[in-house]
């Protein structure tokens, strides 16, 4: 078959859980011989001080055909002309499919669908509930939902939530294919000792997008309450949330024990989930999180906020506190510092068994292929 992906930033890339799942997707499907195109976004990348300026030139990526679309780089404007290019530009591929991601992109579905395309859409969360965009990036990111629900040949969602939802809502059925996860690599602490003076079992770590949804504000409001030689490493870069940013860098500077490192990947980003002593996710919206998925497949010992996506990933091999409760967070840290938390082997098989891009793979493949019929 030959596949269009369209509505991540771009690959290869690890700015957010769309490009991973579109990386991971796009080079599976090429190793079976399909032909993939994936549709780039051009614009500024958390990653642009720490990769190789040639990578920006990419024409292919391991057998996958990068199709760069010029943009603005401008907070709710940047999706809509992009997907709009996109979605033009995809009309004369001759694809099989057209494999939407996340629901702003699916704003300009309607335009593959006038000319009868085959079209799938994979929902990554409900993005209009994120508390970065404003009031007409929120309508805008609902109008696309509502298309896809009217004129996608095929919906994938990543939680059984998010499936209930498109059933009261749209009375529409969809799929449940969860996100993978690949086998971890686990290293000493050699980087993040040399950068950080981070030894094993040193500290809580925080890895994710620098966003308001992710509750990074009350971890950092808890861990100030909590009498502890630990330190608190928070990993990764920030997306059309400079504000945002600015507080939490203002939080972790009145805190000695904060660690802030920026966007972080390859080997570095190893050792931090290799060798931390906790990992903590305190969400209030989610998709489905892959740094969660990644965090057990290392064996961490997990803190989560008790959403329905978090919960439905860690099942009973983590703890978790109230949404958005910042003394039941701090209760709960205090309560995971006094345990003694070692490499955790039977969360990781646990997550790689019911967890693999293999299982993603086939099972998008069978749809691709329904929707052939």
Request: charged share 30%; with cysteine; hydrophobic share 35%.
């Amino acid at each position: 078959m030959k596949i269009a992906m369209i509505g991540h930033k771009r690959i290869p890339s690890r700015e957010g859980g769309v490009e991973i799942v579109v990386e991971e997707l796009s080079t599976r499907l090429v190793q079976e011989e399909h032909q993939v195109d994936v549709y780039n976004r051009m614009g500024k990348n958390v990653q642009d001080k720490k990769i190789d300026k040639n990578k920006k030139k990419l024409k292919y990526y391991n057998g996958v055909k990068i199709i760069t679309i010029p943009t603005i780089n401008k907070k709710g404007i940047d999706a809509l002309i992009y997907s709009f290019l996109a979605s033009i530009r995809a009309l004369f591929g001759k694809y099989d499919v057209l494999h939407y991601h996340a629901e702003g992109s699916c704003a300009m579905l309607w335009i593959p669908h006038l000319f009868k395309k085959k079209i799938i859409v994979t929902i990554h969360g409900l993005d209009w509930q994120r508390s970065k965009w404003g009031g007409f990036a929120t309508r805008y990111i609902k109008f696309g939902e509502k298309l896809a629900a009217k004129y996608a040949d095929e919906i994938i969602v990543l939680s059984k939530g998010v499936q209930k939802y498109f059933k009261d809502t749209y009375n529409r059925d969809t799929n449940f294919i969860p996100n993978g996860v690949n086998k971890p690599i686990i290293r000493e602490p050699k980087i993040i000792k040399e950068k950080y003076n981070l030894n094993k079992d040193d500290y809580i770590l925080f890895l994710a997008r620098i966003v308001p949804e992710k509750g990074l504000h009350y971890l950092l409001d808890a861990f100030k309450q909590i009498d502890t030689n630990k330190k608190l490493v928070i990993a990764g870069g920030a997306s059309h949330t400079n504000d945002y940013l600015e507080e939490i860098k203002k939080k972790a500077s009145e805190d000695s024990r904060v660690i802030m490192t920026g966007f972080v990947q390859g080997q570095e980003l190893e050792e931090l989930y290799s060798n931390c002593y906790l990992y903590c996710l305190p969400s209030d919206v989610e998709g489905m999180p892959i740094s969660l998925l990644e965090a057990m497949s290392y064996g961490c010992n997990c803190l989560v906020s008790n959403i329905e996506e978090n919960i439905q990933i860690t099942d009973n091999f983590a703890n978790s506190f109230e949404k958005g409760n910042i003394q039941d967070l701090k209760e709960k840290l205090e309560k995971c510092l006094n345990q003694r938390f070692m490499f955790n082997k039977e969360i990781s098989d646990y997550i790689i068994q019911k967890y693999s891009w293999e299982n993603v793979v086939n099972k998008t493949k069978l749809l691709y292929e329904k929707m052939q019929r």
